[in-house]
């Protein structure tokens, strides 16, 4: 044999052993809660980097996800979300090359009208968290729920009000499951404030100890420091960090409390955790460093309170991209802004239509502005110097259903070289493909 004739050989015999991601590149999935990492950033992929005057084409519309502002996780050729129906807690699967529905299963029932406030819309407001074969999702009333990713087969299910003592947060349970390991970590509340689940038959295998406060509105992120693995997210009292392996507290910070509702996800990366929160809130940067007994000492960096007009971000999340957190502030009655990270400086505002409480989503080399009033997206090249768009798009139509007090809140996801994009029962997929 020939040395050139051995190399397609060669190469058969790798696509044997070798995933295709190793072989033809990196997956484009969005698997869970804010993307791959859990930071709003996109996995790899070869996007449009400007946009054309409407912006970019339709690819296609679904009409019936039921009413909810739970988000997507999209692997392979299928994407997972929620809603609300007759009554029903729905997870629901589609194709999203075509948007036709592959399954849909029920996990519980509707919440009770007066189980938490619905004057800002009911239904289910968390993303469901795909690991393997398997899906996550967590219900408005706290039914977390393990179905197979396949058919929608229910695998378990449990409650966590009724099983581990939790209570429904004012706004319903809105957190995204997180799957480490063998374990399903979520957050009921309460005596139980952080617990960990086996992920193969729901059973409680790890908790936090020593803390107890209310479940809020922010999903967990998995850091670690100094060789201290933890567990961190937020609530009333602020940011709340919890050692992956004993369950005791590792440090906390208050910099972000506030006693309405904390809703955006930690921003963790090296040494450093950043958060922003409203209500008065604000956000603040805390340096990490081993401290005593397994302990993390904690440094402030900056805590910026609403008065000093700086990020204070409501629910749409924010995204760290070359040293700058970008994002929606209620500052100033509402603005798009960037803000250095190490300094916490204000970099710029600027306001886009009539947007009230953005968000936002980062996916090669730009930003996906998307607000929560008149559908619009404006893709903006990420700068320190002001907002740099590049295209906008307004959603072609939006939602019959009464959404009370609320507005379009369910966050921009990109996934499959593919813009998707959520109004309670209406899906839109929007070719990105450059």
């Given at each position: 044999?020939?040395t050139?004739?051995?190399?397609?050989?060669m190469?058969k015999?790798l696509?044997?052993?070798l995933?295709?991601?190793?072989?033809?590149?990196?997956?484009?999935?969005?698997?869970?809660?804010?993307?791959?990492h859990?930071d709003?950033?996109?996995?790899?992929?070869?996007?449009?980097q400007e946009?054309?005057?409407?912006g970019p084409?339709?690819?296609?519309t679904?009409?019936?996800?039921?009413?909810?502002?739970?988000g997507?996780s999209i692997?392979?050729?299928?994407?997972f979300?929620?809603g609300?129906e007759?009554?029903?807690c729905?997870?629901?699967a589609l194709?999203?090359?075509?948007?036709?529905?592959?399954?849909?299963t029920p996990?519980?029932?509707?919440?009770k009208?007066d189980?938490?406030?619905?004057?800002?819309?009911g239904?289910p407001?968390?993303t469901p968290?795909?690991?393997?074969?398997?899906?996550y999702?967590?219900?408005?009333?706290?039914?977390?729920a393990?179905l197979?990713?396949?058919?929608g087969?229910?695998?378990?299910?449990?409650?966590?009000?009724?099983d581990?003592?939790?209570?429904?947060?004012?706004?319903g349970?809105?957190?995204?499951?997180?799957?480490?390991?063998?374990?399903?970590?979520?957050?009921?509340?309460?005596?139980?404030?952080?617990?960990?689940?086996d992920?193969r038959?729901?059973?409680?295998?790890?908790?936090?100890?020593?803390?107890e406060?209310k479940?809020?509105?922010?999903?967990?992120?998995k850091?670690?420091?100094d060789?201290?693995t933890?567990?961190?997210?937020a609530?009333?009292?602020g940011?709340?960090?919890?050692?992956?392996t004993s369950?005791?507290?590792?440090?906390a910070d208050?910099?972000?409390?506030?006693?309405?509702?904390v809703?955006?996800?930690?921003?963790?990366?090296g040494?450093?955790?950043?958060?922003?929160s409203?209500?008065?809130a604000?956000?603040?940067?805390?340096?990490l460093?081993?401290g005593?007994s397994g302990?993390?000492a904690?440094?402030p960096?900056y805590?910026l309170?609403?008065?000093?007009k700086?990020?204070?971000?409501?629910?749409?999340g924010?995204?760290?991209?070359?040293?700058?957190?970008?994002?929606?502030?209620?500052?100033?009655?509402g603005?798009?802004?960037?803000?250095?990270?190490?300094t916490?400086?204000?970099?710029?505002?600027?306001s886009?239509?009539?947007?009230?409480?953005?968000?936002?989503?980062?996916a090669?080399g730009?930003?996906?502005?998307?607000?929560?009033?008149?559908g619009?997206?404006v893709l903006?090249?990420?700068?320190r110097?002001?907002?740099?768009?590049k295209g906008k798009?307004?959603?072609?139509e939006?939602?019959?259903i009464d959404?009370?007090k609320?507005?379009?809140w369910?966050h921009?996801?990109?996934?499959g070289?593919?813009l998707?994009?959520r109004?309670?029962?209406?899906?839109f997929a929007?070719?990105?493909?450059r």
């Amino acid at each position: 044999m020939k040395t050139n004739d051995r190399l397609p050989m060669m190469v058969k015999i790798l696509c044997l052993f070798l995933p295709a991601t190793s072989l033809f590149g990196q997956s484009t999935d969005w698997p869970q809660w804010r993307g791959p990492h859990r930071d709003g950033k996109a996995a790899e992929q070869a996007l449009l980097q400007e946009w054309p005057e409407g912006g970019p084409k339709l690819k296609w519309t679904f009409r019936d996800c039921g009413v909810g502002y739970s988000g997507f996780s999209i692997v392979g050729d299928q994407l997972f979300t929620m809603g609300l129906e007759e009554g029903q807690c729905y997870v629901i699967a589609l194709k999203p090359s075509d948007g036709s529905e592959l399954w849909r299963t029920p996990i519980g029932p509707a919440a009770k009208e007066d189980a938490y406030l619905m004057g800002w819309g009911g239904g289910p407001r968390s993303t469901p968290t795909v690991d393997g074969d398997h899906l996550y999702a967590l219900s408005d009333a706290g039914v977390l729920a393990c179905l197979k990713t396949a058919d929608g087969e229910l695998v378990w299910k449990v409650s966590l009000v009724d099983d581990f003592g939790g209570s429904i947060p004012k706004w319903g349970y809105s957190e995204s499951a997180l799957i480490d390991g063998d374990r399903v970590i979520v957050t009921p509340g309460g005596k139980n404030f952080m617990i960990g689940l086996d992920k193969r038959t729901g059973k409680k295998i790890w908790g936090s100890e020593g803390i107890e406060a209310k479940a809020q509105y922010a999903s967990v992120i998995k850091h670690t420091v100094d060789g201290i693995t933890f567990y961190v997210t937020a609530s009333n009292p602020g940011l709340i960090a919890v050692d992956a392996t004993s369950g005791k507290q590792v440090f906390a910070d208050t910099g972000t409390a506030n006693g309405v509702a904390v809703i955006p996800t930690p921003i963790a990366t090296g040494d450093f955790v950043y958060h922003t929160s409203a209500y008065d809130a604000g956000n603040t940067l805390v340096k990490l460093a081993k401290g005593d007994s397994g302990t993390l000492a904690v440094e402030p960096v900056y805590s910026l309170s609403k008065e000093s007009k700086s990020m204070e971000n409501h629910h749409g999340g924010v995204v760290l991209v070359d040293g700058v957190i970008y994002g929606f502030t209620k500052t100033n009655r509402g603005n798009w802004m960037a803000q250095d990270f190490q300094t916490g400086d204000t970099l710029w505002m600027e306001s886009v239509g009539k947007t009230r409480s953005g968000s936002i989503a980062y996916a090669d080399g730009r930003l996906y502005c998307y607000g929560d009033q008149d559908g619009s997206v404006v893709l903006a090249e990420p700068s320190r110097n002001g907002l740099v768009v590049k295209g906008k798009l307004v959603l072609p139509e939006q939602t019959d259903i009464d959404r009370g007090k609320g507005a379009i809140w369910a966050h921009p996801v990109i996934a499959g070289n593919t813009l998707f994009l959520r109004d309670q029962d209406l899906v839109f997929a929007f070719d990105l493909k450059r």
